[in-house]
């Protein structure tokens, strides 16, 4: 905005950039003479700074500012001949702002109100406006008790002859006057206070007096006009009567009352109401910077001046005299920057240059302000007892007359006298000097005022109250760059008194050289208004006073400087990007200074004309317009160049079209030729095919014949054959038959008597053998240690027989293997002969059939001649018919055709109907249902805004409250002073605190200690994401299990149903094996009954050293039991040498049967591999030797128990789980083998990746090399670390699962060691040495919950939420672990059912983040944090409350840990409140940190280089910021949103929250960058457009990198594109009037117009925007309803939801790290 013609808004944009950059205060001088627009324009600059800079509390400062100006203007404010609304006053407004340069506040002091105006008006002029106001709005209800009326019918409004301003209405005005103050916080009995004082002033002014005599004068009784001032003042009438008409004199010792004069009188009576007013001007001025004065420190200020101008009247007073006083101070402070900072300027850039005297006004300030000058004259006077004006003249006269050359005397006056000011010679008239500087008011009448029962009135008296005003302002310390307002000192009564009798040249003086002081102290900027013409006409220029104007403020002056020096100067980059056109490629340097000497001297022969300093070059008037023509030029050739190429484009474009035109003609007709030879040929086909079709249905017919008598002679000759061979094969079958019974019967005969005889000898073996095992296994029985010693062979037999069986299955498979090649080449063989017999046989068949074929033939061909002749005959017939057939069939078809036609048309045009139909019913529903659900989202957006809105309010009345309350508690606990000691263990950061804080913190917690930070354990965040992948693949892998599980219970109902169709001679001897098991088991439980009782007897009975463990019954018992137990095992051995033989003889005899074995032990062999212990596949085992028994041979009846089947039964189960085994082992080989390669092909996967990522980082640079290999490195180390919990979490889990094993084995041993070493003697256990025992600990079964005790609340609130830093738990925990262990407490108090207990922790938890987020609210990632875990939080509180609707994303193990006592439903809506809080509390610190970036990234930094470069002519360039180093640029806001997305995703924020806040902030930067270009004139051209959508590509790309292009972040930034195009379309033409209506949907009508209006061309080729174009615009866009508002809300804030999120982590996985310093809380 620097760059821009002569504007308000750039002066104050200049002080703003200044005020931040340089960090020094700043001040806006604004003058110029009555009626030039000096009230206006510090109005439009402080609107300037309430825009841009915001407020920085929710308190609407900025508005309180703006809203002052109404109210001093009514109350200051007056018509005059020169201008309807003169400031009678002047006034300097401080605004100031804090550390980020946003108002926090105001301060306004006003200098030399012209109270003589309250009491007298010149002709055509009117009082102040407020009394004017108060008389239009007399009809108010509320107004009737002032009685007031026309303006006409009071003497002090109506002397002007002029009430009315012509546009004005002043009943509006009163209406806005009475809304600023409602605005700054005067309530409404202050205003109607402040009007009833206003109106008795006007009937104070309509008070008469009547003569008595010369020197006194009466008011009539009950007169009308005192009355009603009375009863407004609330005084007594007789008293204000009295001394309306009377005065007191004291003397030394007595005091005398003496009436007045009736002239006397009515000055008294216009002193007293130019004093009230004056009063009632600075009790206002007084509330107003009370309104805006803010409690935060003021970093800086910039001060707005709004004084009057040079004043020249044909009658010049006291006022005139002031004000011109003032101006003449203002001017040399203006001379003083102005001239001496050009002339430094060219020092500072050390180019040659001789200093240029300017007119110095310090002459004419001594004359004024010296000893001895007019002011210490004046008040030396008015001391004077006898003191006049015309004494005071003659003083002047003798003082100063021809010693001074400024001081002149009126030839023809001795009563005025002349001052030669700057700007013109003034004569003053001297009439009135010593009234008005004495000011007196009679005290008798202030004192009647002072005893009003009107409780405002008194208060404007008040000698201790000082108001800051010119009265009563007072010096004050001053710093660089703030300064803190005067606060009134209360001293003695005397001090008072004194004050009160100052003079008022003596106040202004004072006043005059404060504000010297404060301007000194600051950076001035000026404002010169200048004023058209003196008639207040429009579109009327002077040019005559214009110029007198210029040469009063100094302005020519100015000039003359720059013109004898180099007004026109450039930077050296400026001049590079503006001039790039005029240099050659060769000579383009690198450094920018030598490049721009070399092109200069080139350009520009004379050296003279221009010069190099430091950082610019100076140009003397005209060179600039020289290199402007000559850019021009150069510019021109370019464009008629770039015109001749596209006039060639363009030819060529239509020669193209033509060839195109005469090629598409030339198709047309080739294809029309084309159609006309397709149709001949299809005729010609159609003839050919109509005539093979014929000719061959006559052949056809006649094979038909043909073949049906060659059918029916084969069919007889076959079946004869076929009977005779069937007779034969039935003959044979039977006498197989018959001898395949015979030769069975003599083979069972002879077989049943061999197995007789087998059985019995059997028996009687068997019983011989069964006799002498009996009497071995009873002697072995009693050995104990042969029972330990066939053990320890068992297990060697085992080991042996388990490889003899690997072996014999190897070999069986060998064998298997040589058995199905063989089958399969014999069946081959078998084939190939069977096929030659049957081809054999159906030759010699053929050959049979051939003869008798060949007679039957010849006869056929007789016949078929006689047929012959026959069918000629026929053919002739059918032809003729076929022709008259043939026509008909073709007229018939045309018929039929046409009809088709007609009814196709018919149907198309119904189809075509109905179609429509449909479109318009679904299109008018879709856009009534797309209606209908925007306005429900509208309601429910307005809802959630409104709700959201209130909380805001709500919070912020709550944080003032607790404001009030510290306030109140500070007020009360004042410390005493002295130190304070605090615990050794306290932080350094602790001091940056002020001492309210340390009372905040002491209030809420009473005894506060400091814990030293432990030392964190890091973790990497992704390793939650990649858990959560872990439990998905877990669940995936239950689902296959579970189908597996059906699967397996549809074989076992097949297998059952299998078992049941078998035959009963298996149910027969299952019955006769289970019958033989129990009665087996029977015998058992006998023998171990009777060794019970044998021992029981024996300890019972026998003798103590008999039953004792070393006594000879014992050792024979135990002999015995031995040798049982060895018998056993023998047994044993010898099942399983029975066992593999039955097996090799099985293999020998069936191997087909072997195979439907193996095939049904595949189909057991993943259930195999499931059973995890020895006991399941014992049970398994069992059960597949009762179900899988086959009943293909007889082989229980082997012997007469079925020993030998159960054998070879149970060695079959045994070969099926050892095959199950080894194909389990190959599977495992094969997952190994795929789990190799997967990894195989991971490691060219990456290796690829690796060679990519180093192509890459190849081509950047080296700071970018490092920066791409850091965070490659990262990543690898993150992956590698997961991977390791991965493998830590398998390990932990097989040692759980060891130690469980571990747990059943001590137990075992423990069992054994306890029966051993009750058969040990006591002296062998006191021999023995003790073993220790390794206790192993217990471990438990965590359900997820918390414990803590009631005493710990506030330290584990403490630790966990007030003094937890979020970026350490961000990087090394879990994200939200805070909130998982703030839930896991609630859960454990909820298991507790303690109400207190959750109602107390709930409560805690809630206000200590409301703390913190206020300690801590300007921290992003504080903010961010305590967002994500309030989310967190109350997902939680709704994943475990137990409503169906949350639990079903549970997990079964999640439901368990649900909430059982208590519904913290209303809890969950106050933790929704305080999330919405605190996100908005994120938007404004979004807002604050963006605030600043976003003009200069947005607007001023050029992204695309050289586009800025084009810039205006003419235009002086001012210190902006566009080339200030330190400036922000895109990067800088990319980056910035870059650090918070990552800081929200750091601390797991919900997706659809982030979304939310990216759409927010890309609202803010829209909303910011389109008010600023609203409001600068430079921004508006055509390359700024292009600017900016380059800009918004770069935001939109940032999206769609973070997958954020659904979130409606992009729809937010539609306005500022729709601005970017606008600037860039054409604007001439109807048709791009339309195009623009239409394409700035998102825009309002304002908001085009004023774009449209700002539009600047930035060279010749461009034209500015017409007028009627713009009224076609605005024609056109008069229909829409948009809002009037020029800018957007950049405050505007979007509604937030929290879309539930379940978090899929078990409670009871979670740890607690040791650097929360929660020890004491224990998981349970």
Same mark, same amino acid.
Request: net charge positive.
């Given at each position: 905005?620097?760059?821009?013609?002569?504007?308000?808004?750039?002066?104050?944009?200049?002080?703003?950039?200044?005020?931040?950059?340089?960090?020094?205060?700043?001040? +806006?001088?604004?003058?110029?003479?009555?009626?030039?627009?000096?009230?206006?324009?510090?109005?439009?600059?402080?609107?300037?700074?309430?825009?841009?800079?915001?407020?920085?509390?929710?308190?609407?400062?900025?508005? =309180?500012?703006?809203?002052?100006?109404?109210?001093?203007?009514?109350?200051?404010?007056?018509?005059?001949?020169?201008?309807?609304?003169?400031?009678?006053?002047?006034?300097?407004?401080?605004?100031?702002?804090?550390?980020?340069?946003?108002?926090?506040?105001?301060?306004?002091?006003?200098?030399?109100?012209?109270?003589?105006?309250?009491?007298?008006?010149?002709?055509?002029?009117?009082?102040?406006?407020?009394?004017?106001?108060?008389?239009?709005?007399?009809?108010?209800?509320?107004?009737?008790?002032?009685?007031?009326?026309?303006?006409?019918?009071?003497?002090?409004?109506?002397?002007?002859?002029?009430?009315? $301003?012509?546009?004005?209405?002043?009943?509006?005005?009163?209406?806005?006057?009475?809304?600023?103050?409602?605005?700054?916080?005067?309530?409404?009995?202050?205003?109607?206070?402040?009007?009833?004082?206003?109106?008795?002033?006007?009937?104070?002014?309509?008070?008469?007096?009547?003569?008595?005599?010369?020197?006194?004068?009466?008011?009539?009784?009950?007169?009308?006009?005192?009355?009603?001032?009375?009863?407004?003042?609330?005084?007594?009438?007789?008293?204000?009567?009295?001394?309306?008409?009377?005065?007191?004199?004291?003397?030394?010792?007595?005091?005398?009352?003496?009436?007045?004069?009736?002239?006397?009188?009515?000055?008294?009576?216009?002193?007293?109401?130019?004093?009230?007013?004056?009063?009632?001007?600075?009790?206002?001025?007084?509330?107003?910077?009370?309104?805006?004065?803010?409690?935060?420190?003021?970093?800086?200020?910039?001060?707005?001046?709004?004084?009057?101008?040079?004043? #020249?009247?044909?009658?010049?007073?006291?006022?005139?005299?002031?004000?011109?006083?003032?101006?003449?101070?203002?001017?040399?402070?203006?001379?003083?920057?102005?001239?001496?900072?050009?002339?430094?300027?060219?020092?500072?850039?050390?180019?040659?240059?001789?200093?240029?005297?300017?007119?110095?006004?310090?002459?004419?300030?001594?004359? +004024?302000?010296?000893?001895?000058? +007019?002011?210490?004259?004046?008040?030396?006077?008015?001391?004077?007892?006898?003191?006049?004006?015309?004494?005071?003249?003659?003083?002047?006269?003798?003082?100063?007359?021809?010693?001074?050359?400024?001081?002149?005397?009126?030839?023809?006056?001795?009563?005025?006298?002349?001052?030669?000011?700057?700007?013109?010679?003034?004569?003053?008239?001297?009439?009135?000097?010593?009234?008005?500087?004495?000011?007196?008011?009679?005290?008798?009448?202030?004192?009647?005022?002072?005893?009003?029962?009107?409780?405002?009135?008194?208060?404007?008296?008040?000698?201790?109250? /000082? #108001?800051?005003?010119?009265?009563?302002?007072?010096?004050?310390?001053?710093?660089?760059?703030?300064?803190?307002?005067?606060?009134?000192?209360?001293?003695?009564?005397?001090?008072?008194?004194?004050?009160?009798?100052?003079?008022?040249?003596?106040?202004?003086?004072?006043?005059?050289?404060?504000?010297?002081?404060?301007?000194?102290?600051?950076?001035?900027?000026?404002?010169?208004?200048?004023?058209?013409?003196?008639?207040?006409?429009?579109?009327?220029?002077?040019?005559?006073?214009?110029?007198?104007?210029?040469?009063?403020?100094?302005?020519?002056?100015?000039?003359?400087?720059?013109?004898?020096?180099?007004?026109?100067?450039?930077?050296?980059?400026?001049?590079?990007?503006?001039?790039?056109?005029?240099?050659?490629?060769?000579?383009?340097?690198?450094?920018?200074?030598?490049?721009?000497?070399?092109?200069?001297?080139?350009?520009?022969?004379?050296?003279?004309?221009?010069?190099?300093?430091?950082?610019? $070059?100076?140009?003397?008037?005209?060179?600039?317009?020289?290199?402007?023509?000559?850019?021009?030029?150069?510019?021109?050739?370019?464009?008629?160049?770039?015109?001749?190429?596209?006039?060639?484009?363009?030819?060529?474009?239509?020669?193209?079209?033509?060839?195109?035109?005469?090629?598409?003609?030339?198709?047309?007709?080739?294809?029309?030729?084309?159609?006309?030879?397709?149709?001949?040929?299809?005729?010609?086909?159609?003839?050919?095919?109509?005539?093979?079709?014929?000719?061959?249905?006559?052949?056809?017919?006649?094979?038909?014949?043909?073949?049906?008598?060659?059918?029916?002679?084969?069919?007889?000759?076959?079946?004869?054959?076929?009977?005779?061979?069937?007779?034969?094969?039935?003959?044979?079958?039977?006498?197989?038959?018959?001898?395949?019974?015979?030769?069975?019967?003599?083979?069972?005969?002879?077989?049943?008597?061999?197995?007789?005889?087998?059985?019995?000898?059997?028996?009687?073996?068997?019983?011989?053998?069964?006799?002498?095992?009996?009497?071995?296994?009873?002697?072995?029985?009693?050995?104990?240690?042969?029972?330990?010693?066939?053990?320890?062979?068992?297990?060697?037999?085992?080991?042996?027989?388990?490889? =003899?069986?690997?072996?014999?299955?190897?070999?069986?498979?060998?064998?298997?293997?040589?058995?199905?090649?063989?089958?399969?080449?014999?069946?081959?063989?078998?084939?190939?002969?069977?096929?030659?017999?049957?081809?054999?046989?159906?030759?010699?068949?053929?050959?049979?059939?051939?003869?008798?074929?060949?007679?039957?033939?010849?006869?056929?061909?007789?016949?078929?001649?006689?047929?012959?002749?026959? #069918?000629?005959?026929?053919?002739?017939?059918?032809?003729?018919?076929?022709?008259?057939?043939?026509?008909?069939?073709?007229?018939?078809?045309?018929?039929?055709?046409?009809?088709?036609?007609?009814?196709?048309?018919?149907?198309?045009?119904?189809?075509?109907?109905?179609?429509?139909?449909?479109?318009?019913?679904?299109?008018?529903?879709?856009?009534?249902?797309?209606?209908?659900?925007?306005?429900?989202?509208?309601?429910?957006?307005?809802?959630?805004?409104?709700?959201?809105?209130?909380?805001?309010?709500?919070?912020?009345?709550?944080?003032?409250?607790?404001?009030?309350?510290?306030?109140?508690?500070?007020?009360? &606990?004042?410390?005493?002073?002295?130190?304070?000691?605090?615990?050794?263990?306290?932080?350094?950061?602790?001091?940056?605190? %002020?001492?309210?804080?340390?009372?905040?913190?002491?209030?809420?917690?009473?005894?506060?200690?400091?814990?030293?930070?432990?030392?964190?354990?890091?973790?990497?965040?992704?390793?939650?994401?990649?858990?959560?992948?872990?439990?998905?693949?877990?669940?995936?892998?239950k689902q296959v299990m579970q189908d597996e599980l059906d699967r397996k219970e549809e074989q076992v109902l097949r297998s059952k149903a299998k078992e049941e169709e078998r035959?009963?001679?298996?149910?027969?001897?299952?019955?006769?094996?289970?019958?033989?098991?129990?009665?087996?088991?029977?015998?058992?439980?006998?023998?171990?009954?009777?060794?019970?009782?044998?021992?029981?007897?024996?300890?019972?009975?026998?003798?103590?050293?008999?039953?004792?463990?070393?006594?000879?019954?014992?050792?024979?018992?135990?002999?015995?039991?031995?040798?049982?137990?060895?018998?056993?095992?023998?047994?044993?051995?010898?099942?399983?040498?029975?066992?593999?033989?039955?097996?090799?003889?099985?293999?020998?005899?069936?191997?087909?049967?072997?195979?439907? #074995?193996?095939?049904?032990?595949?189909?057991?062999?993943?259930?195999?591999?499931?059973?995890?212990?020895?006991?399941?596949?014992?049970?398994?085992?069992?059960?597949?030797?009762?179900?899988?028994?086959?009943?293909?041979?007889?082989?229980?009846?082997? &012997?007469?128990?079925?020993?030998?089947?159960?054998?070879?039964?149970?060695?079959?189960?045994?070969?099926?789980?050892?095959?199950?085994?080894?194909?389990?082992?190959?599977?495992?080989?094969?997952?190994?083998?795929?789990?190799?390669?997967?990894?195989?092909?991971?490691?060219?996967?990456?290796?690829?990746?690796?060679?990519?990522?180093?192509?890459?980082?190849?081509?950047?640079?080296?700071?970018?090399?490092?920066?791409?290999?850091?965070?490659?490195?990262?990543?690898r180390l993150t992956n590698e670390n997961l991977d390791l919990m991965e493998q830590l979490e398998k390990q932990d889990k097989t040692v759980r699962k060891l130690k469980k094993?571990?747990?059943v084995f001590a137990k075992k041993i423990g069992e054994l060691e306890v029966g051993q070493m009750e058969n040990i003697s006591p002296g062998q256990i006191i021999d023995e040495?003790?073993?220790?025992?390794?206790?192993?600990?217990?471990?438990?079964?965590?359900?997820?919950?918390?414990?803590? =005790?009631?005493?710990?609340?506030?330290?584990?609130?403490?630790?966990?939420?007030?003094?937890?830093?979020?970026?350490?738990?961000?990087?090394?925990? $879990?994200?939200?672990?805070?909130?998982?262990?703030?839930?896991?407490?609630?859960?454990?108090?909820?298991?507790?059912?303690?109400?207190?207990?959750?109602?107390?922790?709930?409560?805690?938890?809630?206000?200590?983040? /409301?703390?913190?987020?206020?300690?801590?609210?300007?921290?992003?990632?504080?903010?961010?944090?305590?967002?994500?875990?309030?989310?967190?939080?109350?997902?939680?509180?709704?994943?475990?409350?137990?409503?169906?609707?949350?639990?079903?994303?549970?997990?079964?193990?999640?439901?368990?840990?649900?909430? %059982?006592?208590?519904?913290?439903?209303?809890?969950?809506?106050?933790?929704?409140?305080?999330?919405?809080?605190?996100?908005?509390?994120?938007?404004?610190?979004?807002?604050?940190?963006?605030?600043?970036?976003?003009?200069?990234?947005?607007?001023?930094?050029?992204?695309?280089?050289?586009?800025?470069?084009?810039?205006?002519?003419?235009?002086?360039?001012?210190?902006?910021?566009?080339?200030?180093?330190?400036?922000?640029?895109?990067?800088?806001?990319?980056?910035?949103?870059?650090?918070?997305?990552?800081?929200?995703?750091?601390?797991?924020?919900?997706?659809?929250?982030?979304?939310?806040?990216? =759409?927010?902030?890309?609202?803010?930067?829209?909303?910011?960058?389109?008010?600023?270009?609203?409001?600068?004139?430079?921004?508006?051209?055509?390359?700024?457009?292009?600017?900016?959508?380059?800009?918004?590509?770069?935001?939109?790309?940032?999206?769609?990198?973070?997958?954020?292009?659904?979130?409606?972040?992009?729809?937010?930034?539609?306005?500022?594109?729709?601005?970017?195009?606008?600037?860039?379309?054409?604007?001439?033409?109807?048709?791009?009037?339309?195009?623009?209506?239409?394409?700035?949907?998102?825009?309002?009508?304002?908001?085009?117009?004023?774009?449209?209006?700002?539009?600047?061309?930035?060279?010749?080729?461009?034209?500015?925007?017409?007028?009627?174009?713009?009224?076609?615009?605005?024609?056109?866009?008069?229909?829409?309803?948009?809002?009037?508002?020029?800018?957007?809300?950049?405050?505007?804030?979007?509604?937030?939801?929290?879309?539930?999120?379940?978090?899929?982590?078990?409670?009871?996985?979670?740890?607690?790290?040791?650097?929360?310093?929660?020890?004491?809380?224990?998981?349970?």
């Amino acid at each position: 905005m620097g760059d821009m013609d002569p504007h308000i808004f750039a002066v104050a944009e200049e002080a703003y950039k200044q005020m931040a950059r340089d960090e020094r205060n700043q001040s +806006i001088i604004v003058s110029g003479e009555s009626g030039a627009g000096k009230t206006v324009s510090a109005k439009y600059a402080m609107r300037y700074f309430a825009t841009v800079s915001g407020s920085a509390s929710e308190a609407n400062v900025e508005e =309180k500012v703006l809203a002052s100006n109404p109210i001093m203007e009514s109350i200051g404010n007056a018509k005059t001949t020169r201008n309807d609304n003169s400031s009678r006053f002047g006034k300097y407004i401080e605004i100031g702002f804090d550390k980020r340069y946003r108002i926090i506040g105001a301060n306004m002091r006003t200098y030399l109100l012209e109270k003589s105006r309250v009491v007298f008006q010149a002709e055509e002029e009117r009082n102040y406006h407020i009394f004017y106001q108060l008389c239009a709005s007399a009809k108010l209800p509320e107004f009737k008790m002032l009685r007031l009326g026309d303006a006409n019918y009071f003497h002090y409004t109506k002397q002007g002859g002029s009430p009315v $301003i012509e546009g004005v209405d002043d009943a509006k005005e009163m209406a806005h006057t009475r809304q600023a103050c409602t605005l700054l916080g005067i309530s409404e009995s202050y205003q109607m206070g402040i009007f009833r004082i206003l109106a008795g002033i006007l009937h104070l002014g309509n008070v008469g007096f009547t003569s008595r005599d010369s020197d006194s004068c009466t008011i009539p009784p009950k007169h009308e006009p005192l009355t009603i001032f009375c009863d407004l003042m609330g005084v007594e009438y007789e008293e204000m009567c009295h001394w309306l008409c009377h005065r007191k004199l004291a003397t030394a010792t007595e005091t005398y009352i003496k009436p007045i004069s009736k002239l006397q009188a009515t000055n008294a009576r216009d002193a007293l109401s130019k004093h009230i007013y004056a009063k009632l001007f600075n009790w206002i001025v007084d509330h107003v910077n009370q309104a805006l004065h803010s409690a935060v420190k003021q970093h800086s200020f910039i001060g707005v001046l709004d004084i009057y101008g040079f004043e #020249t009247f044909e009658i010049n007073s006291f006022e005139q005299f002031c004000i011109n006083y003032a101006n003449e101070k203002l001017q040399q402070q203006f001379n003083m920057h102005v001239f001496k900072l050009e002339q430094e300027e060219y020092m500072k850039e050390q180019i040659p240059w001789t200093l240029i005297d300017f007119y110095d006004n310090q002459p004419c300030i001594n004359l +004024i302000e010296s000893k001895l000058g +007019i002011l210490d004259l004046l008040d030396e006077e008015c001391k004077m007892p006898k003191g006049t004006d015309d004494t005071w003249a003659q003083k002047l006269y003798n003082t100063h007359l021809n010693k001074c050359a400024l001081f002149e005397k009126p030839r023809l006056s001795n009563k005025a006298f002349i001052i030669q000011h700057f700007a013109d010679k003034v004569e003053y008239q001297c009439e009135g000097f010593l009234e008005k500087n004495k000011d007196t008011v009679f005290e008798e009448q202030i004192k009647v005022l002072k005893s009003s029962k009107f409780k405002m009135l008194p208060e404007l008296f008040q000698d201790d109250e /000082k #108001t800051i005003s010119p009265t009563s302002a007072t010096s004050s310390g001053r710093t660089l760059l703030s300064r803190t307002p005067a606060k009134p000192t209360k001293g003695r009564p005397g001090q008072a008194a004194k004050e009160h009798k100052k003079t008022v040249g003596l106040q202004f003086r004072n006043s005059l050289h404060l504000l010297m002081e404060t301007l000194n102290a600051t950076t001035p900027h000026y404002v010169r208004c200048i004023k058209p013409n003196d008639f207040k006409f429009p579109f009327t220029f002077d040019e005559k006073r214009a110029v007198q104007q210029l040469r009063a403020c100094g302005v020519l002056e100015t000039i003359r400087i720059s013109a004898a020096g180099f007004p026109s100067r450039w930077t050296y980059q400026e001049f590079f990007s503006r001039y790039r056109v005029l240099m050659k490629q060769k000579d383009v340097l690198s450094d920018r200074k030598q490049t721009c000497k070399n092109v200069l001297e080139k350009l520009i022969l004379d050296k003279d004309k221009y010069q190099f300093g430091k950082t610019k $070059i100076f140009f003397r008037a005209g060179q600039v317009a020289y290199l402007e023509k000559l850019r021009a030029d150069k510019l021109r050739a370019a464009c008629i160049r770039i015109q001749k190429t596209i006039r060639g484009w363009l030819l060529r474009k239509k020669y193209l079209r033509m060839r195109k035109a005469a090629i598409t003609v030339q198709r047309y007709v080739r294809g029309y030729q084309a159609r006309c030879y397709a149709t001949f040929l299809r005729r010609t086909k159609a003839a050919t095919i109509i005539q093979k079709y014929w000719r061959m249905f006559v052949v056809r017919r006649r094979y038909k014949i043909r073949r049906a008598a060659t059918i029916v002679l084969q069919s007889y000759l076959r079946g004869y054959l076929a009977r005779n061979r069937y007779r034969k094969i039935l003959r044979e079958h039977k006498v197989v038959i018959i001898q395949k019974w015979v030769r069975g019967w003599l083979a069972r005969t002879r077989y049943k008597r061999s197995i007789h005889a087998i059985i019995y000898l059997q028996c009687c073996f068997r019983r011989m053998m069964a006799k002498r095992e009996l009497k071995k296994l009873k002697i072995e029985a009693r050995s104990v240690e042969r029972y330990k010693k066939l053990h320890i062979g068992m297990e060697n037999k085992i080991m042996q027989l388990q490889r =003899k069986v690997d072996e014999q299955n190897k070999d069986y498979k060998c064998l298997m293997e040589k058995l199905t090649n063989l089958e399969g080449v014999y069946n081959t063989e078998t084939e190939k002969l069977r096929s030659d017999l049957e081809r054999l046989q159906l030759s010699e068949e053929e050959a049979k059939v051939a003869t008798k074929r060949v007679l039957s033939l010849q006869e056929e061909i007789a016949k078929l001649r006689k047929d012959l002749e026959q #069918t000629q005959k026929e053919k002739k017939s059918i032809e003729e018919s076929a022709d008259r057939y043939k026509q008909e069939t073709d007229q018939l078809v045309s018929n039929l055709k046409e009809e088709n036609t007609l009814l196709k048309q018919e149907k198309e045009t119904l189809n075509h109907l109905i179609v429509e139909q449909a479109k318009e019913m679904t299109e008018t529903m879709e856009k009534k249902l797309i209606e209908e659900t925007k306005q429900l989202e509208l309601d429910l957006n307005d809802e959630r805004l409104r709700y959201q809105n209130l909380l805001n309010e709500f919070s912020r009345l709550e944080e003032r409250y607790d404001d009030l309350k510290e306030e109140m508690t500070l007020m009360v &606990n004042v410390p005493k002073p002295g130190h304070k000691r605090t615990d050794s263990t306290h932080s350094s950061n602790e001091s940056e605190y %002020t001492l309210s804080s340390e009372f905040a913190e002491t209030e809420d917690v009473p005894s506060r200690t400091e814990e030293p930070s432990e030392k964190k354990v890091p973790l990497d965040m992704s390793l939650f994401l990649k858990l959560q992948k872990r439990v998905t693949e877990l669940e995936q892998e239950k689902q296959v299990m579970q189908d597996e599980l059906d699967r397996k219970e549809e074989q076992v109902l097949r297998s059952k149903a299998k078992e049941e169709e078998r035959p009963q001679i298996r149910g027969a001897e299952l019955e006769y094996e289970s019958l033989k098991r129990q009665e087996l088991e029977s015998e058992n439980k006998k023998l171990k009954n009777e060794l019970n009782e044998l021992r029981k007897a024996l300890s019972e009975k026998g003798a103590p050293e008999v039953t004792a463990p070393g006594a000879p019954a014992y050792r024979v018992l135990m002999e015995q039991l031995t040798s049982v137990s060895e018998e056993l095992d023998v047994r044993k051995e010898e099942v399983l040498i029975l066992r593999s033989q039955l097996v090799s003889q099985k293999e020998a005899i069936q191997p087909k049967d072997d195979k439907n #074995t193996m095939t049904d032990s595949t189909i057991l062999l993943e259930d195999v591999q499931k059973m995890k212990d020895k006991g399941e596949i014992a049970q398994a085992y069992i059960g597949l030797k009762e179900t899988n028994r086959s009943s293909a041979m007889d082989c229980h009846e082997l &012997n007469e128990d079925g020993e030998l089947w159960l054998v070879y039964e149970g060695l079959k189960q045994a070969n099926r789980l050892l095959e199950s085994q080894l194909q389990s082992q190959k599977r495992s080989h094969e997952n190994e083998a795929e789990a190799l390669r997967g990894e195989i092909q991971s490691l060219k996967e990456e290796n690829n990746r690796q060679q990519q990522l180093l192509a890459q980082n190849l081509q950047l640079p080296p700071e970018a090399r490092i920066e791409a290999s850091l965070q490659h490195e990262i990543t690898r180390l993150t992956n590698e670390n997961l991977d390791l919990m991965e493998q830590l979490e398998k390990q932990d889990k097989t040692v759980r699962k060891l130690k469980k094993q571990l747990k059943v084995f001590a137990k075992k041993i423990g069992e054994l060691e306890v029966g051993q070493m009750e058969n040990i003697s006591p002296g062998q256990i006191i021999d023995e040495p003790i073993r220790p025992v390794n206790i192993p600990r217990k471990e438990k079964d965590f359900q997820g919950m918390l414990e803590y =005790k009631k005493e710990d609340e506030q330290k584990l609130v403490k630790n966990l939420i007030l003094e937890l830093k979020p970026r350490g738990v961000a990087v090394n925990l $879990i994200p939200g672990l805070p909130a998982y262990i703030l839930f896991m407490c609630v859960r454990h108090a909820d298991y507790l059912n303690d109400d207190q207990k959750v109602r107390s922790l709930l409560t805690s938890t809630i206000n200590s983040i /409301k703390k913190v987020l206020k300690k801590r609210g300007d921290d992003f990632e504080t903010v961010s944090f305590w967002l994500s875990n309030t989310c967190r939080f109350l997902h939680c509180l709704k994943q475990y409350s137990g409503e169906e609707g949350f639990m079903k994303h549970n997990t079964s193990r999640q439901n368990e840990h649900c909430l %059982t006592n208590f519904d913290l439903a209303e809890y969950r809506q106050v933790l929704s409140d305080l999330a919405i809080q605190i996100y908005q509390q994120l938007v404004r610190v979004l807002e604050n940190i963006l605030q600043p970036m976003i003009v200069s990234g947005m607007l001023e930094h050029e992204t695309i280089q050289g586009m800025s470069g084009v810039k205006p002519t003419g235009l002086r360039k001012r210190t902006s910021s566009i080339a200030d180093e330190g400036a922000y640029t895109l990067d800088s806001i990319l980056q910035q949103l870059n650090s918070f997305h990552s800081v929200m995703c750091q601390h797991g924020m919900d997706p659809e929250l982030i979304k939310q806040v990216v =759409k927010q902030m890309f609202y803010i930067v829209g909303a910011v960058t389109l008010n600023n270009l609203l409001l600068r004139k430079d921004m508006c051209s055509w390359s700024k457009g292009m600017q900016i959508r380059y800009n918004v590509s770069q935001l939109e790309e940032w999206l769609r990198d973070k997958n954020l292009m659904n979130s409606g972040a992009k729809e937010t930034l539609e306005p500022l594109i729709q601005a970017a195009q606008l600037l860039q379309v054409k604007k001439k033409t109807d048709e791009d009037a339309e195009a623009i209506c239409s394409m700035c949907n998102a825009l309002t009508t304002a908001q085009i117009v004023k774009v449209l209006f700002l539009y600047t061309p930035v060279n010749e080729f461009e034209e500015r925007v017409s007028v009627s174009f713009i009224r076609t615009i605005q024609l056109r866009l008069r229909d829409r309803k948009d809002s009037p508002q020029l800018l957007m809300d950049a405050k505007h804030i979007f509604p937030v939801t929290f879309p539930f999120n379940p978090s899929s982590l078990a409670l009871e996985t979670i740890q607690i790290p040791a650097s929360l310093g929660l020890g004491f809380i224990s998981r349970v």
